[in-house]
């Protein structure tokens, strides 16, 4: 029967961090998801109104369409950016998570020596795991939140001024 071995400090570190990182990307794909389908539903809503009777409606209301397609553009391009990871990557010792994708190595070889050497020791895996999940939530998560917080400003910046500018027009056509 296996000998059942003490979790060390560290580890329980790392077990957490993996834990957060993985919540945190599964939040902004979650995210992203919601921005995406509630972008799309009102885009296919507003285009059905302008494509039926678009020279009916005043220029309030043209513009205040204009206003509100440009903003659900640019949300969802920005939706789509928070879960694509940048590509450029500069900090060494960083060969788990990014693999061979940031940083080239000249053969395989050199690369399972690499990893051969950071598995000599638990200490030393676990220390470059850290280091790791330190660089992916200051390569990817934290821009990706960031994409996602102007993603929803721009959403709500759009549908407040298009709100104003159809009411301003209705207002103006009471008067």
Not at 139 to 144: A, D, H
Request: charged residues 25%.
């Amino acid at each position: 029967m296996a000998e059942k071995r003490d979790v060390t400090k560290s580890e329980k570190i790392l077990e957490s961090l993996i834990s957060t990182h993985m919540q945190l990307k599964e939040q902004i794909f979650n995210t992203t998801s919601i921005l995406l389908v509630v972008t799309s539903l009102i885009f296919s809503i507003i285009s059905g109104f302008f494509i039926k009777d678009f020279n009916s409606f005043g220029i309030l209301i043209k513009i205040a369409g204009f206003v509100l397609i440009i903003s659900l553009l640019v949300t969802l391009i920005l939706s789509l950016l928070s879960i694509l990871p940048k590509l450029k990557h500069k900090t060494p010792g960083t060969e788990y998570y990014f693999m061979d994708v940031f940083r080239k190595f000249r053969t395989k070889q050199d690369y399972l020596k690499r990893l051969e050497k950071i598995e000599k020791s638990d200490e030393k895996t676990i220390k470059f795991f850290i280091d790791e999940y330190y660089e992916l939530g200051e390569k990817v998560l934290l821009p990706g939140f960031k994409k996602i917080r102007l993603a929803i400003q721009v959403l709500i910046f759009g549908l407040a001024v298009s709100t104003a500018l159809v009411i301003l027009s209705l207002i103006l056509s009471l008067v």
